[in-house]
């Protein structure tokens, strides 16, 4: 599996299926490429997915705060894979590249569309959590989300990673119970967890300006807004605004899933894509 440089940061990525049709796929935080094994097998005969560890995840460079604000950072790392499948498959597909993003990913995902619109050929937004859209359409869904993450929030306060691991996989999850999974992997998630609070500042805050007037507005391309029945109603909120500002936006929903629907909902995920797909 390849391993290099990409926006000066050691990255590890890799490919699933062998489809005529090159895509980019930014997983969620603490998760890695891998995560899109399933979806990458689903589509198998019609696309070949590239999909890289973040900054900090998987088998990347861990991320410290001196190599720059999370977000900004996995944005730089992406746009460096973006660039090279569009001059890869220039001839092929002169719009630029189809580029895929689940939850931070998908933050990462509609950051370099709006950034780098004429790389993106496509993009399919899988419950981008930039809660940010949120509450500019309703002040009070601040205090909901508050709420919704107040026992993430008071372990965080108490220095307990693993306390705070725990809380949030059990609201953004792929709905396993906490004591259910491996020990390495509870003492991964325990370990990773300040990522989240790193990346906080892009998606509550929207440090980068990617709602700035105009902005939403240059992403041309067709986009897809997918989520899961049963994920957190902020995720709803997050998909309607960002809908009514993007030009070429349509929505699908997963019956049945919650917020980690790639994985644990494949099969129903590919449906929606290659119907997706199909059409651009």
Same mark, same amino acid.
């Not at 590890?12 to 094994?37: D, M, N, Q, V, Y």
């Not at 001839?91 to 619109?117: I, K, M, N, Q």
């Not at 370990?191 to 990346?199: E, G, L, Q, Y």
């Given at each position: 599996?390849p391993r290099?440089?990409?926006?000066?940061?050691?990255?590890h990525?890799?490919s699933?299926? #062998?489809?005529?049709r090159?895509?980019?796929?930014? #997983?969620?935080s603490?998760?890695?490429?891998?995560s899109w094994a399933?979806?990458?097998t689903q589509?198998?005969?019609?696309?070949?997915?590239?999909?890289?560890d973040?900054?900090g995840?998987g088998?990347?460079?861990?991320w410290?705060p001196d +190599?720059?604000?999370v977000?900004?950072?996995s944005t730089?790392?992406?746009?460096?894979f973006?660039?090279?499948?569009?001059a #890869?498959?220039?001839?092929?597909a002169p719009?630029?590249?189809?580029?895929?993003?689940?939850?931070f990913?998908?933050?990462v995902?509609?950051r370099l569309a709006?950034?780098?619109?004429?790389?993106?050929?496509?993009?399919?937004l @899988?419950?981008?959590v930039l809660?940010?859209?949120a509450?500019a359409?309703?002040?009070?869904?601040r205090d909901?989300?508050?709420?919704?993450m107040?026992d993430?929030?008071?372990?965080?306060g108490?220095g307990?990673?693993e306390?705070?691991?725990?809380?949030f996989?059990?609201i953004w999850?792929?709905?396993?119970?906490?004591d259910s999974?491996p020990a390495?992997a509870?003492?991964?998630?325990?370990?990773?967890i300040? +990522?989240?609070?790193?990346?906080?500042?892009?998606?509550m %805050?929207?440090?980068?300006?990617?709602?700035?007037?105009?902005g939403?507005?240059?992403v041309?391309c067709?986009?897809l807004l997918l989520?899961?029945?049963t994920?957190p109603g @902020?995720? %709803?909120?997050i998909?309607?605004g960002?809908a009514?500002?993007l030009?070429?936006a349509e929505?699908?929903m997963i019956?049945?899933a919650?917020?980690m629907?790639p994985?644990?909902h494949?099969r129903?995920?590919?449906?929606?894509?290659?119907?997706?797909?199909?059409?651009?």
């Amino acid at each position: 599996m390849p391993r290099d440089l990409r926006a000066g940061v050691e990255t590890h990525w890799t490919s699933f299926g #062998h489809g005529p049709r090159r895509a980019l796929a930014i #997983h969620c935080s603490l998760a890695h490429g891998k995560s899109w094994a399933g979806l990458g097998t689903q589509l198998a005969d019609s696309m070949t997915l590239v999909a890289f560890d973040l900054p900090g995840h998987g088998q990347s460079a861990p991320w410290r705060p001196d +190599m720059g604000e999370v977000q900004g950072l996995s944005t730089a790392v992406a746009l460096d894979f973006a660039t090279d499948l569009a001059a #890869h498959d220039r001839a092929d597909a002169p719009g630029g590249v189809d580029l895929l993003g689940h939850s931070f990913g998908a933050t990462v995902a509609l950051r370099l569309a709006v950034e780098h619109p004429e790389l993106v050929r496509s993009l399919v937004l @899988i419950e981008p959590v930039l809660f940010a859209v949120a509450f500019a359409g309703d002040p009070a869904a601040r205090d909901a989300y508050e709420a919704l993450m107040s026992d993430y929030a008071r372990a965080v306060g108490a220095g307990d990673p693993e306390a705070a691991a725990r809380a949030f996989t059990a609201i953004w999850g792929d709905g396993r119970d906490w004591d259910s999974l491996p020990a390495a992997a509870r003492a991964a998630l325990a370990r990773d967890i300040p +990522m989240i609070d790193a990346a906080a500042p892009a998606l509550m %805050e929207d440090v980068a300006g990617v709602l700035a007037p105009g902005g939403l507005e240059r992403v041309a391309c067709p986009v897809l807004l997918l989520g899961g029945s049963t994920s957190p109603g @902020i995720t %709803e909120a997050i998909a309607e605004g960002l809908a009514t500002r993007l030009p070429r936006a349509e929505r699908a929903m997963i019956v049945g899933a919650g917020h980690m629907a790639p994985i644990t909902h494949p099969r129903q995920v590919a449906s929606e894509l290659q119907r997706f797909f199909d059409a651009v």
